[in-house]
């Protein structure tokens, strides 16, 4: 056969071919080593460059031709017959392969002159494998044998690699996220627990002394002698700072407790009946219910006065013109009765009459005849709580009083005021309310007290009860400088201290929603001999120099001497009045009147369920062994009582404590007769 030239359709160059029957079969340029299918030209082609071609067979026997380049891609290897023109066209990527030998690929080859020159059938081989510097061996199916397939071999494993890598890295994020989630959690946690371990030790017992608390206020609302509802707070103008409640009708009655009480107060009880006659042209007895509220206007300028009054019995219309003169006047929505300097209304019902001076607190007046007008936050809040049938309630807030001190009161009481008010501090105390009430029986006081909002309501009743507690030392001081010229009033005012001292022991603390409350209960003679004693004291201080030195005068031996024996200085009679008072107190109270110490083993008490703070009510004239008898036999809620007392000769004092805990540590129980 004659040669003919086919040119390789990459490098261009002219390839020799000597037997023709070889076209249409696949072979090798020896230079760029590009597999093609050789294919008969239309014409001879002749080149200087030309070169021998031969089958990809038989050039994978000999060397390839060297060149600058690193040889690439020379060895001989099968191309399918149907692989596309596409790949078969496509140039080999430049990756460094693993010559397979030759002996491990083996072909079987056709005889040419059995095979047509249209198909070239091939027998099945196994997959050319080669070798990755990174990954190890690639094995290639043969159908996707040369360079794209393996590029898209190399590319899915390090997509299948690549997605490895992903999922890997999330896990691992998550575990990082989730380990430092949870150190987060137990760092703050650690912190949470170092900043409570650094935080002050708040009292255990802090919770039960605020049950115990409320629990007062409710028995103090149960035991309440009267049983009214708030005080009404209808036709009283804006702005009233200080509000007075009364019961005329029984504080003036005569023979009753409320009159003895006002004749103790004096010159106050006859002012309070003149102004309250002046002001609501009614003689007191003939008042059920009066409200007199002052309004104090600026610093220096004379407060308004107005007055809601409650007849005991209805008065005839044209007696109360006659009375209060005036014009009717309808332009406020109620029928009012004007005239220069005063304005009235009268109730539907002829019981009730609203007095306040003509101007704007006459219109404010006459708009609160069905809904009553809003006051301060302080005594709005307080007039729920007050009741009132008491026949006495002062509601005030202790800084307008101290502030509008020289236009409301005389001046010879602006010391009392001052001292007054420095016991309801107003730093700590926004709105009191003081009612009291006396019965034939029983002298009931209350006082609330609403807190400011830097003091809590528990701390602001251990506050004032301290206060109060300190009050009859301070008299005390204040008495040993006075010299009353008449026996009578000097016996009332030295014993002025200690009647403050048994109202302070027989107060009970108590708490409500942000009030503090102090309750007291003494016998109905209690309540005019606190009056005569302050009176007489406060008009005694007036003419006394409190800057002079108290002569200090040795007292006469005179009396009989002091038992050496705690047991028989514990016999002395004593007067008790206990009502309410706290077991502390009460023992207290026996100590100082016996003249000798006591201890109260407070954790004993405790281990029984005892509280010093048990309330006590005991009104005897005995030894101080026989009160101390009662206090610690009678029983408690219903069971026996495991008090005792101890006698401790040399501590020169008696020691309260339980017969369970004596026992165990060894103690002599006093035995009582």
Request: hydrophobic residues 40%; aromatic residues 6%.
């Amino acid at each position: 056969m004659s040669e003919m030239v086919v040119r390789c359709p990459k490098c261009a160059k002219g390839l020799k071919l000597r037997d023709r029957s070889k076209i249409g079969k696949k072979a090798r340029c020896p230079k760029c080593s590009h597999v093609f299918v050789l294919t008969a030209p239309p014409e001879p082609v002749q080149d200087e460059d030309e070169v021998e071609l031969k089958l990809a067979s038989e050039a994978a026997s000999q060397p390839a031709p060297q060149s600058d380049a690193p040889a690439v891609g020379v060895a001989a290897r099968w191309v399918p017959d149907n692989s596309s023109p596409l790949e078969q066209a496509a140039p080999q990527p430049a990756v460094p392969q693993q010559v397979v030998p030759q002996q491990q690929v083996p072909q079987q080859q056709v005889p040419q002159q059995q095979v047509p020159q249209q198909t070239v059938p091939h027998s099945a081989a196994p997959a050319p494998m080669f070798e990755n510097p990174v990954t190890g061996p690639v094995v290639v199916a043969p159908e996707d044998a040369g360079g794209v397939a393996h590029l898209k071999a190399l590319k899915k494993k390090n997509a299948k690699r690549r997605n490895t890598a992903i999922i890997a890295g999330v896990l691992t994020a998550a575990a990082v996220g989730g380990a430092l989630y949870f150190a987060q959690d137990h760092l703050e946690a650690a912190k949470l627990a170092e900043e409570e371990a650094a935080k002050p030790k708040v009292d255990e017992d802090l919770k039960v002394k605020k049950d115990r608390l409320r629990q007062n206020s409710e028995i103090a609302k149960a035991s309440s002698p009267t049983t009214g509802g708030p005080i009404p707070m209808n036709c009283m103008p804006l702005g009233a700072r200080i509000i007075v409640s009364l019961r005329p009708a029984e504080l003036w009655k005569a023979g009753s407790k409320g009159e003895e009480v006002r004749f103790c107060l004096g010159p106050f009880g006859e002012w309070a009946t003149a102004r309250l006659t002046e002001l609501c042209q009614f003689e007191p007895a003939q008042i059920e219910h009066a409200l007199v509220g002052i309004i104090p206007g600026e610093v220096g300028e004379p407060p308004q006065v107005a007055a809601v009054v409650r007849l005991v019995e209805a008065a005839k219309k044209s007696q109360l013109l006659v009375k209060f003169g005036g014009e009717r006047n309808q332009d406020h929505g109620y029928p009012m009765y004007v005239r220069d300097d005063l304005s009235f209304l009268i109730g539907p019902d002829l019981k009730m009459i609203a007095v306040a001076p003509s101007g704007v607190a006459a219109e404010e007046m006459a708009s609160a005849v069905q809904y009553p007008n809003p006051q301060s936050d302080g005594i709005d809040a307080l007039l729920p709580s007050t009741d009132a049938e008491r026949h006495l309630t002062v509601i005030f807030e202790p800084r307008s009083v101290v502030r509008h001190r020289d236009t409301i009161f005389p001046e010879p009481v602006w010391q009392l005021i001052n001292r007054s008010m420095e016991f309801f501090n107003d730093e700590e105390v926004e709105t009191v309310a003081w009612s009291m009430h006396f019965g034939d029986k029983k002298f009931h006081s209350e006082l609330l007290m609403r807190n400011q909002t830097i003091v809590m309501e528990h701390l602001l009743q251990g506050l004032v009860r301290d206060r109060l507690k300190s009050l009859p030392k301070q008299l005390l001081g204040m008495v040993e400088r006075m010299n009353p010229g008449v026996i009578g009033p000097r016996k009332i005012i030295g014993r002025f201290p200690a009647m403050t001292q048994v109202f302070a022991m027989s107060t009970t603390p108590g708490t409500g929603t942000r009030y503090a409350q102090l309750t007291t209960e003494l016998p109905e003679r209690a309540a005019p001999n606190l009056a005569l004693g302050g009176l007489l004291a406060w008009d005694e201080s007036t003419r006394t120099d409190f800057n002079t030195a108290v002569k200090q005068i040795k007292p006469e031996d005179t009396g009989p001497k002091l038992p050496d024996l705690i047991a028989d200085r514990l016999k002395k009679v004593i007067d008790v009045e206990f009502a309410r008072t706290p077991l502390q107190d009460a023992f207290s109270y026996i100590a100082d009147e016996c003249r000798c110490d006591h201890y109260i083993d407070g954790d004993a008490l405790k281990l029984s369920a005892y509280t010093k703070n048990m309330t006590q009510d005991y009104v005897a004239k005995c030894s101080g062994l026989d009160a101390i008898k009662y206090l610690v036999t009678r029983p408690i809620n219903g069971q026996p009582n495991a008090l005792c007392i101890v006698i401790q000769e040399d501590k020169k004092r008696f020691l309260l404590t339980t017969k369970p805990v004596a026992k165990e540590t060894g103690l002599a129980i006093y035995p009582f007769e």
